[in-house]
């Protein structure tokens, strides 16, 4: 399940493919994956008769034991990362900031935390919004900000709910990182958060946390 949160609250809830219509956070007409050749060979349709009971075209007995033959010899069951929900590959606790958080202080405390990102949220731990690093080094280099410093310093204090990304999409604990993946490849953030029922930040899952869940399932050999 995917949420997008903004400052009023939760304003969207459903899938992915519903979310990827939403067009105030995502990009339209994007074009869709095309699935990995499978390694061992076989097409595509005898891993769904084996892997999701798919009936293949008409074949009769023989066709029914070279399935059964091909299942038998596969690797015991193993949850490929792809399917691994988030709540087993995202980092937590996680460094959130108010939204009435002066921008100064929130700089502060992401180079403190050695963190590029966090999530916005209000009084009540609603997540509302997402700051990140680069959007303040840019804001920072406004050309009005440096050639007046009492620029510079109203725009460091004013609060951080004026500058954040919103509205924003995040992920429930339960969605399997493949949908966690494309929701990051739509937005184009760094990271998506993982709320609760009740929209409160429990976990956030990086680009850097899906490549090393996968690259830790495959192996380096499978990316050599």
């Known amino acids: 399940m995917f949420s997008i949160y903004g400052p009023t609250g939760r304003e969207f809830k459903g899938t992915l493919e519903q979310m990827r219509l939403v067009r105030q956070v995502h990009a339209a007409n994007r074009t869709r994956a095309i699935e990995p050749t499978l390694r061992d060979g076989h097409d595509s349709a005898m891993r769904e008769a084996v892997e999701f009971g798919t009936p293949l075209a008409a074949g009769g007995t023989h066709q029914r034991s070279a399935i059964a033959a091909y299942a038998a010899n596969q690797q015991p069951a193993h949850q490929a990362w792809h399917d691994l929900p988030a709540s087993d590959v995202m980092h937590a606790p996680v460094l959130t900031v108010r939204q009435d958080t002066r921008v100064d202080d929130v700089w502060r405390r992401l180079v403190r935390h050695g963190r590029g990102q966090a999530p916005v949220v209000n009084a009540m731990d609603v997540l509302v919004g997402m700051v990140t690093r680069p959007a303040l080094v840019h804001f920072e280099q406004w050309p009005d900000a440096a050639a007046d410093p009492q620029i510079g310093a109203d725009w460091r204090a004013q609060a951080v709910e004026a500058v954040m990304l919103t509205p924003i999409p995040s992920v429930a604990p339960g969605a399997d990182i493949r949908r966690v993946a494309h929701a990051l490849v739509d937005s184009g953030l760094p990271g998506l958060p ?31």
Request: hydrophobic residues 50%.
């Open 194 to 224: 993982v709320v609760d029922d009740d929209g409160r930040v429990v976990g956030f899952v990086s680009r850097t946390d899906v490549l090393r869940i996968a690259l830790k399932d495959a192996g380096l050999d499978a990316w050599s």
